[in-house]
């Protein structure tokens, strides 16, 4: 925004420096021009048509050499005007067409000095009321008017050169059609054809057109910004007195009044109504700000309300001391031998310049300068008018604007200087500054594309449609929207398109800055916020193709215009190829990369917060999102760990029992905790916090298999990048706490029909091998009470658990459950491992078998029906074994129970022998169908003896 305001300080001085040409002390800050209420007719009354010589007043003219006369101020005397001539060349033809050589006129006024000269001219003058005026005039060959300000604090001069220059009294109309050219030292115009209309009864130009403009130079104007910017102003120190400082108005009217013999001037006189004029410029505008910003492709520029003389001014006849009361003739001509004499010595000439000023004043010396000149080209013209021929509502303001429209306008910034490299700021159709109020707006005028505005070297861009409005003095900005901001990426690519930033906003962006008037020229604007309402969308590179929506945005800056966060509220959505998240309100936090390139650093969200996952794109029907929902995330985007506050609640599927199954769903896994959940990258695993629980429930033809687990923390460990995937690689899955435990019910229409309960310490899942190993001391406990009763043919007389029952695992340090393979290793860890098995029988109790060891195994098959059937158990080390009512057997070494067979074997180590009911034995064999045992006697009857009492 620094830059484009450059564009309108050159606008303005365009305008000044076009008003230079009319009135020079306009442009240089000095005190305005004094309009002496001379009768310029009378400095130079041609005879009268028809006369048979020339006369003025009293005077008959012949050949006349070196004539001049002269205009004084009636009060003071001071020469005011000097006219003049070296010879009259028609000064026998009946004529009021004069020609001259070397015409010239000089002008004295307290502020400046003017010159006018040339080597030819032709005047038509007229009689009126018996004095002569000059009517029309043509000024030839090598025109000259020079212009000197007499301000020693500012010694400003200029030179003004054209071929030929025309003057129509009828429109008070100067014009040319040759050349023209300003020469200052601190600007220069260049052109061809002009047009100045002057209003005497007004005391204004009317109109001022430069047919052609080659160019014009500022000169130094880009230098001039850090000083101009600096000591500005503020509005109230333009509306009101600075403390202890008179009013300048009224010390000089006090000072007036004060004065003895001072007459004070009239209301009338003293006050000036300010003029106030538009400048326009037509055709391929192009502005060059220095070498360090470009404007191009105006077709028309309108600077308005350019100020001609806003303080109060005297006229050159308001008396400035006492003087008498005079009823001389405003001019004195005198004619000695064939010469128009100048005025007695008496007079004087203000400022030091002689009356006889020659042709010493030459043009400035002058040094071009394209680093710091401001310089404005265009193939139209220039025209200057006052403002109630622009726009009369905008003239009553008396607000000074630059407008410029083009098909489009460019606005560039220099890049590399060796190479001239210009980079694009914006691109737009429309642009209006108001110099006073400091207002920029930006818009797409006539042109049907968007407005773009460029940052960081065309690696971002913003395009809309809407109007944009930037409030200087304020420190802010407002895009109207629709809009869209796109940012390149910096990373090599070979498809551009696919490697960009895009955010969408739909209302307006408000834009505050945190400093309004940089102390230096290159310091850019600081941009502290950006606030975008009325919906925005974007579209991301950072992990592939992402996008962002929300209802309203907030981009909050550092001191390098670098974001360092955003806050986004109302429906908040991100997506990108991990899945989609959902919340109410979401900030990014921005840090630098390893290569200084700003990036997303963290996302945190306010309230609930919801994670689904994307699909894998395959069609099968294990294709299920997973779903995280939690409050107040935090996502670290630099080492990808994640957190959320509880409640929290992450659902996941899992394959079906059978995937080829016609109709077959996956099945959902709901894990639900109270505290919170973590996610660390590092280690790849997920972790809940506080009363863990975890559902897992499928549906089979003949009952619904439901698997509930419970801890105080769960950690999931996935193989690869698989955080929060829809089917997630398991790796381990480790459930800890007091009291963890594992549940698997199965239920026929409501109704319970058997429930597995597995008690432990910890419980680690790996999915390699599918193996589940609890740590103890654990128990299992098995209630198949509900069970439908299997026929009396399809009965097995000892351990059946096809059929109702109870049973018991318990007393393991360790268990490891192969699921695969149906089976479970239990082991003591020193200790003894105790089984139990109670059948149900006709809804009553059966009698219970109960066994104990330090290490059981056992293997189970699962039947067409969904029931669990033993397959074998095996127990090792000092076995025990007893039927209530029954046979109690004790085996040093091992047991095997074949449940095909029914048949138990118990054997014993060399030299210990095994035990029968109190009887030794070297090995035992029991049928538990028939009740026969099978055993060869060690002789003797032993004591039994007991590892522990069973467990009821």
């Not at 001085?13 to 009378?42: C, I, K, R």
């Not at 001072?262 to 006050?271: D, N, Q, R, S, V």
């Not at 407002?478 to 955010?503: K, W």
């Not at 929060?724 to 594992?742: E, I, P, T």
Request: charged share 20%.
């Amino acid at each position: 925004m620094t830059a484009l305001r450059r564009i309108v300080i050159g606008l303005t001085a365009l305008g000044a420096v076009l008003l230079l040409f009319a009135a020079y002390n306009y442009w240089s800050d000095t005190p305005p021009m004094e309009h002496a209420a001379t009768d310029s007719g009378q400095a130079m009354a041609p005879p009268e048509r028809g006369a048979t010589r020339p006369e003025m007043g009293q005077v008959r003219l012949g050949p006349t050499e070196m004539a001049k006369f002269t205009v004084r101020d009636p009060f003071t005397r001071k020469l005011r005007r000097l006219f003049g001539f070296y010879r009259l060349l028609n000064p026998h033809e009946d004529t009021m067409r004069w020609r001259l050589d070397r015409p010239y006129m000089n002008i004295y006024e307290d502020h400046f000095f003017c010159r006018i000269t040339s080597d030819k001219g032709t005047v038509l003058v007229e009689k009126v009321e018996g004095n002569y005026s000059p009517r029309d005039a043509e000024l030839s060959e090598n025109v000259r008017i020079y212009l000197k300000s007499l301000n020693p604090e500012d010694p400003v001069e200029c030179m003004i050169c054209m071929d030929d220059l025309n003057y129509s009294s009828e429109r008070s109309l100067f014009s040319t059609a040759g050349p023209v050219r300003l020469v200052s030292a601190e600007a220069e115009l260049v052109g061809t054809g002009m047009e100045l209309i002057y209003n005497a009864g007004k005391a204004r130009i009317e109109l001022l057109r430069i047919a052609d403009l080659d160019h014009m130079r500022i000169r130094g104007l880009a230098q001039q910004q850090t000083r101009q910017t600096k000591d500005r102003p503020t509005k109230q120190q333009v509306e009101q007195p600075s403390p202890g400082k008179p009013d300048t108005k009224s010390s000089e009217a006090t000072e007036a009044e004060s004065k003895p013999g001072t007459i004070p001037p009239t209301e009338t006189a003293a006050i000036e109504t300010p003029d106030y004029y538009f400048c326009r410029l037509t055709k391929n505008v192009v502005i060059w700000y220095g070498r360090q910003l470009k404007l191009s492709g105006g077709d028309q520029v309108d600077v308005t309300n350019i100020l001609w003389s806003s303080r109060a001014t005297k006229t050159a006849s308001e008396p400035s001391s006492p003087m008498p009361e005079t009823s001389g003739s405003k001019e004195t001509a005198e004619a000695t031998s064939g010469q128009f004499q100048v005025p007695a010595s008496e007079s004087v000439v203000v400022s030091g310049i002689p009356e006889d000023a020659g042709d010493a004043f030459t043009a400035p010396q002058v040094q071009d300068n394209d680093e710091i000149d401001v310089v404005i080209q265009c193939d139209g013209e220039v025209l200057v008018r006052p403002m109630e021929f622009f726009d009369e509502a905008l003239a009553s303001k008396n607000r000074q604007t630059v407008q410029m429209a083009g098909m489009p306008l460019h606005i560039e910034q220099a890049g590399q200087v060796q190479t001239r490299q210009m980079n694009t700021l914006a691109r737009c159709g429309a642009l209006q500054y108001e110099v006073d109020t400091q207002n920029l707006r930006m818009g797409r005028g006539n042109w049907q594309e968007d407005t773009m505005l460029n940052f960081g070297q065309e690696k971002g861009q913003l395009f809309t449609p809407g109007l944009i409005h930037y409030d200087r003095l304020g420190g802010w900005a407002d895009i109207a929207g629709p809009g869209r901001l796109v940012l390149q990426d910096t990373g090599e690519t070979t498809d551009a398109d696919n490697r960009s930033t895009e955010l969408f906003f739909e209302g307006k962006m408000h834009l505050l800055f945190a400093e309004v008037f940089p102390e230096k020229t290159a310091q850019k604007l600081i941009l502290q916020s950006a606030n975008l309402i009325g919906g925005i969308r974007g579209r991301m590179i950072s992990d592939g193709e992402s996008t962002l929506a929300a209802d309203s945005a907030r981009f909050q800056f550092d001191q390098t215009n670098v974001p360092r966060q955003a806050d986004f509220e109302g429906n908040v959505q991100m997506a990108s190829s991990q899945g989609s998240l959902f919340a109410t309100k979401a900030r990014l936090l921005f840090a630098a990369d390893k290569q200084g390139q700003t990036r997303v650093n963290a996302i945190q969200t306010d309230g609930v917060v919801t994670f689904v996952s994307s699909s894998s794109g395959t069609a099968t029907a294990t294709d299920k999102a997973a779903r995280f929902v939690g409050k107040n995330a935090l996502y670290d985007v630099t080492t990808g760990n994640a957190a959320a506050q509880g409640p929290i609640e992450f659902t996941f599927y899992v394959d079906p029992p059978d995937p080829n199954r016609p109709g077959a769903e996956p099945v959902p896994v709901v894990i639900t905790a109270t505290r919170q959940a973590e996610y660390n990258a590092a280690a790849n695993q997920i972790t809940f916090f506080g009363n863990v629980v975890g559902v897992h429930e499928m549906n089979m033809p003949e009952y619904t298999q439901k698997s509930v687990f419970e801890g105080d923390r769960l950690i999931v460990h996935l193989l690869g990048d698989q955080a929060l995937q829809s089917q997630m690689r398991l790796k381990q899955v480790s459930l800890l706490g007091n009291n963890v435990k594992v549940d698997s019910i199965r239920t026929d229409a409501g109704q319970t029909i058997s429930h597995v309960r597995l008690l432990g310490e910890r419980m680690d899942y790996f999915a390699d091998g599918e193996i589940l190993q609890v740590l103890g001391p654990g128990k299992i406990e098995l209630n198949n009470a509900n069970v439908t009763p299997l026929a009396a043919q399809d009965r097995r007389q000892g351990v059946d658990l096809r059929g109702p029952c109870y049973g018991i695992m318990q007393g393991f340090r360790t268990l490891r459950w192969y699921q695969s393979a149906d089976r479970i290793i239990a082991d003591g860890g020193g200790d003894t491992v105790q089984v139990s098995y109670q059948p149900v029988e006709n809804g009553q109790l059966g009698k219970r078998i109960w066994a104990a060891a330090p290490y059981v195994e056992a293997a189970y098959a699962q039947t067409p029906q969904g029931r669990n059937e033993l397959s074998f158990l095996d127990a090792r080390g000092d076995v025990f074994y007893y039927e209530e009512d029954g046979n109690i057997f004790v085996g040093t070494e091992s047991l095997h129970y074949d449940t095909a067979t029914s048949i138990m074997t118990l054997t014993c180590r060399p030299g210990d022998p095994c035990l029968v009911n109190g009887a030794t034995v070297s090995g035992i064999e029991y049928d538990l169908a028939t009740g026969r045992i099978q055993t060869e006697m060690e002789g003797g009857i032993g004591i039994i003896p007991f590892a522990s009492e069973p467990t009821p």
